[in-house]
């Protein structure tokens, strides 16, 4: 199990909005960028670091991510759960955009990525796009962090570009299915199209999910408009695409492939973060993945069901400590 070390300094999230303009088609393919503006919700809450909102073209989609500077730095790519966005990953990124190059994925259908025109959303067709975007940006080795949904996506991905991996960091879900999996389906499934006000949204989703309501109330914000959108008629929706939604309620998760292979055969160091109040990811099926892991480590988060933030004390303990000793002293 990972030890704890020293926590970095604790960031409070603040909401943000951005301008949704027109990017250039340059280089084979879109890559434009815009800064994110910090929007306080009180004049007493200062004004925190934002990433850059950038866009690439990744086949015939088009596909929206987070770049929290620092290029020279060692690069960590993030990607988020089913029922999120990019945004997830804001406090972990402040706590450690100093010494990484973080860049969080918002995943086809979801956020401000573009839709499948064909429903493609499977395991492989998410894994085909991290390894196309990885490939676009240079990114050589570089570690991935996954939560949930996210983690299938990059275990899927180390099945064919293991040796691309300078680590791994898996959030709160395993190979196999548990029954956590069908509740989320079933909550998507069932939740409001829309709301009238962001407040009455947000309110939704505090008792849709302890780990959102656990968060500062400048989070909260911030999280949300990473999942929701104002429609013309004044509204807010949900930004995941509506197609992908009925996939899930009607034939349920995707299959996902054969994973324990591919952690068998994983060179690099890999940390699986565990909340102990999961019915995603059991205490049994952690366990075994650390043991099937030629490089495995287990950081239990005490307390804490799907998912673990990885922002709470405990996390950013140990996140530090693996991350630093998986990049070395110098951070090269």
Same mark, same amino acid.
């Given at each position: 199990?990972?030890?704890?070390?020293?926590?970095?300094?604790?960031?409070?999230?603040?909401?943000?909005?951005?301008?949704?303009?027109?990017?250039?088609?340059?280089?084979?393919?879109?890559?434009?960028?815009?800064?994110?503006?910090?929007?306080?919700?009180?004049?007493?809450?200062?004004?925190?670091?934002?990433?850059?909102?950038?866009?690439?073209?990744?086949?015939?989609?088009?596909?929206?991510?987070?770049?929290?500077?620092?290029?020279?730095?060692?690069?960590?790519?993030?990607?988020?759960?089913?029922?999120?966005?990019?945004?997830?990953?804001?406090?972990?990124?402040?706590?450690?955009?100093?010494?990484?190059?973080?860049?969080?994925?918002?995943?086809?259908?979801?956020?401000?990525?573009?839709?499948?025109?064909?429903?493609?959303?499977?395991?492989?067709?998410?894994?085909?796009?991290?390894?196309?975007?990885?490939?676009?940006?240079?990114?050589?080795?570089?570690?991935?962090?996954?939560?949930?949904?996210?983690?299938?996506?990059?275990?899927?991905?180390?099945?064919?570009?293991?040796?691309?991996?300078?680590?791994?960091?898996?959030?709160?879900?395993?190979?196999?299915?548990?029954?956590?999996?069908?509740?989320?389906?079933?909550?998507?499934?069932?939740?409001?199209?829309?709301?009238?006000?962001?407040?009455?949204?947000?309110?939704?989703?505090?008792?849709?999910?302890?780990?959102?309501?656990?968060?500062?109330?400048?989070?909260?914000?911030?999280?949300?408009?990473?999942?929701?959108?104002?429609?013309?008629?004044? $509204?807010?929706?949900? $930004?995941?695409?509506?197609?992908?939604?009925?996939?899930?309620?009607?034939?349920?998760?995707?299959?996902?492939?054969?994973?324990?292979?591919?952690?068998?055969?994983?060179?690099?160091?890999?940390?699986?973060?565990?909340?102990?109040?999961?019915?995603?990811?059991?205490?049994?099926?952690?366990?075994?993945?650390?043991?099937?892991?030629? $490089?495995?480590?287990?950081?239990?988060?005490?307390?804490?069901?799907?998912?673990?933030?990885?922002?709470?004390?405990?996390?950013?303990?140990?996140?530090?400590?693996?991350?630093?000793?998986?990049?070395?002293?110098?951070?090269?």
């Amino acid at each position: 199990m990972g030890t704890q070390g020293t926590v970095p300094h604790d960031l409070t999230a603040v909401p943000y909005e951005t301008d949704d303009e027109s990017l250039p088609f340059t280089h084979g393919f879109w890559h434009g960028s815009q800064e994110r503006k910090g929007t306080p919700m009180s004049e007493a809450t200062p004004t925190l670091p934002q990433p850059s909102s950038e866009r690439v073209m990744i086949g015939r989609l088009q596909l929206h991510y987070l770049d929290w500077g620092n290029a020279a730095a060692p690069a960590l790519l993030c990607v988020h759960g089913y029922t999120s966005s990019a945004d997830a990953f804001n406090g972990f990124a402040r706590n450690f955009q100093d010494r990484f190059h973080i860049m969080a994925l918002d995943v086809r259908g979801h956020g401000e990525s573009e839709w499948s025109p064909t429903g493609a959303y499977t395991y492989h067709d998410q894994a085909g796009d991290l390894a196309a975007f990885a490939d676009q940006l240079g990114l050589g080795q570089f570690i991935l962090l996954g939560t949930s949904m996210g983690g299938i996506i990059a275990m899927t991905y180390a099945m064919q570009h293991g040796q691309r991996l300078r680590a791994l960091v898996l959030n709160d879900i395993g190979p196999e299915v548990e029954h956590g999996s069908q509740r989320i389906t079933q909550m998507v499934g069932s939740r409001p199209d829309q709301f009238t006000t962001l407040d009455e949204a947000m309110a939704y989703r505090r008792e849709a999910s302890s780990i959102v309501a656990g968060r500062t109330a400048a989070e909260q914000h911030e999280l949300a408009l990473g999942v929701l959108r104002q429609r013309p008629d004044g $509204k807010w929706g949900w $930004k995941m695409d509506p197609a992908y939604i009925r996939q899930r309620v009607e034939g349920g998760a995707p299959m996902r492939p054969n994973l324990w292979p591919a952690l068998e055969q994983l060179s690099c160091p890999t940390l699986i973060v565990w909340g102990t109040d999961s019915d995603v990811l059991s205490e049994t099926q952690a366990r075994r993945m650390v043991q099937t892991l030629p $490089k495995g480590e287990l950081l239990a988060i005490p307390g804490v069901g799907h998912a673990s933030s990885l922002a709470e004390p405990t996390s950013l303990a140990g996140l530090e400590r693996f991350l630093l000793s998986s990049v070395g002293p110098a951070g090269g």
